[in-house]
């Protein structure tokens, strides 16, 4: 449990301090995300419950949609604007 909430909080520090880069914005969110996979496994070995098992799968699939829909944003970003940084050009 520890682990999952050492890797929660720094998923979160991670968003709040690299705010300009959308590319680590995207890493520390899928960190957020496996956070909370992990939570939800060790509360479903605690509890032994079978249903907390598909859940964390469910959790596993809709990461992998929002990395492939956010690298798709990125991608646009990028043919737009010609940067991937947050910051306005100066």
Known sequence: MKLG????????????LNNKNLILMLICLEIMLL?????????????????????????????????AIGLAILVAFYRLRGEISLSSPS
Do not use: R
């Open 5 to 16: 909430l050492l890797l929660f909080l720094i998923g979160i520090e991670g968003f709040i």
């Open 35 to 67: 956070a909370t996979t992990v939570l939800v496994l060790t509360f479903s070995i605690t509890f032994d419950d079978l249903f907390a098992h598909i859940y964390a799968l469910y959790i596993i699939i809709l990461a992998g949609a929002e990395s």
